[in-house]
């Protein structure tokens, strides 16, 4: 059958092996099958992690998870850094969890500066961090290690980033980095279904977790510590997305990291160079983009829900047509995943005949 092939940021297209995978019998959660299939992807997700802690395996979106981190490791006052819709929610959700937030908010576009977060933590306000790496809403990618040697100046100050749009698809070593929560999820550049999150915590975040007596129960991240060690979830877990994960983790591992990377780093640069040709600019600022996914910004005047709307009827690709307030204003196009030179070129082609370019 026919389907619409997704190159928008998230959910991205699941390949047949993928699925495939779905398809596998069930098995206990409690039983020793459980067990082996946990313990025999959890080194290879270490890797990808770039940390010896534990890498814990939850069924929810990675705002699940984003929301338990505030509750797990924030003492009081938390700062958020916000450029895009994504990363602005962080305000909110530390707020409707009764901790005190504050922003380090730039224009969307505009990446988090290094020299604004330590004037800001500089006044000892602070004892914990959001970041989001690589905001999708605006295509920017934050520049992580210098905002991590930031941080590592503040010993006291937990940092929590969320990579769902660049883990995998680019290094990121959260033990050199310094980084006291990694979260992603399954739904972007990792390309599985959306319904599960990974992630890892410091021994600096337990410690604080151990402080927390509101943490609950279903995301109480000293919970998973314990039952990881017994190669378990603390609860029901989606069996058929892990099975699903230790498939893609073969294919990841069979292409390799630094090929996998340097795969994400041409199709993002096939895409630019699109953008550039075409007479379009690039919302993101200058030397800030993601190598994820593109943000163009509508600097032709195009009607971008025609061009979505055509992409979908006469190609059967779908495209997005701008987040939140940029609906119309943009439109993005995603490279993660399993993306191919020849699958974005075939992208490209069908942009410039809706177009009417070549």
Avoid at 13 to 33: D, L, N, Q, Y
Avoid at 98 to 106: C, D, I, Y
Avoid at 226 to 231: A, C, F, K, T, V
Wanted: charged letters at 25%; glycine letters at 8%.
């Amino acid at each position: 059958m026919q389907h619409d092939k997704l190159f928008i940021p998230g959910p991205v297209e699941v390949s047949p092996k993928t699925w495939a995978a779905f398809s596998r019998p069930m098995i206990g959660h409690r039983g020793e099958p459980f067990k082996k299939l946990y313990a025999g992807i959890h080194p290879r997700l270490q890797e990808l992690f770039g940390t010896t802690q534990p890498v814990f395996l939850s069924t929810s979106s990675a705002w699940g998870v984003m929301e338990a981190a505030i509750r797990n490791v924030v003492r009081e006052r938390v700062l958020c850094c916000m450029c895009g819709a994504f990363s602005d929610k962080w305000l909110d959700v530390a707020r409707r969890c009764g901790k005190e937030a504050a922003p380090l908010q730039v224009e969307w576009g505009k990446h988090i500066e290094p020299a604004a977060l330590d004037a800001q933590l500089s006044s000892g306000r602070f004892d914990t961090v959001t970041l989001i790496h690589n905001e999708t809403s605006t295509g920017v990618m934050n520049p992580l290690r210098a905002i991590c040697e930031v941080v590592r100046r503040y010993p006291d100050v937990v940092l929590i980033v969320d990579t769902v749009s660049s883990f995998s698809a680019v290094s990121i070593m959260m033990d050199e980095l310094g980084i006291d929560v990694l979260i992603t999820g399954s739904q972007k550049a990792l390309a599985l279904p959306p319904g599960l999150a990974l992630f890892s915590a410091s021994d600096k975040a337990f410690a604080r977790a151990a402080e927390n007596n509101d943490r609950g129960y279903y995301f109480d991240f000293l919970e998973f510590k314990r039952q990881q060690e017994g190669n378990m979830t603390p609860s029901t877990p989606s069996v058929a997305h892990i099975h699903a994960l230790e498939s893609k983790l073969d294919d990841i591992f069979t292409e390799g990291l630094e090929q996998r990377h340097a795969r994400h780093v041409w199709t993002n640069a096939m895409v630019h160079d699109w953008v550039r040709s075409r007479g379009f600019d690039f919302f993101a600022e200058e030397g800030y983009a993601s190598v994820t996914l593109t943000c163009v910004a509508n600097s032709r005047g195009i009607d971008v829900p025609k061009l979505v709307g055509d992409m979908r009827e006469r190609h059967h690709i779908v495209i997005d047509g701008g987040y939140g307030k940029l609906k119309g204003q943009t439109f993005r196009l995603s490279n993660m995943g399993d993306e191919t030179e020849e699958t974005v070129s075939h992208l490209l082609a069908c942009l410039d005949d809706c177009l009417g370019t070549a």
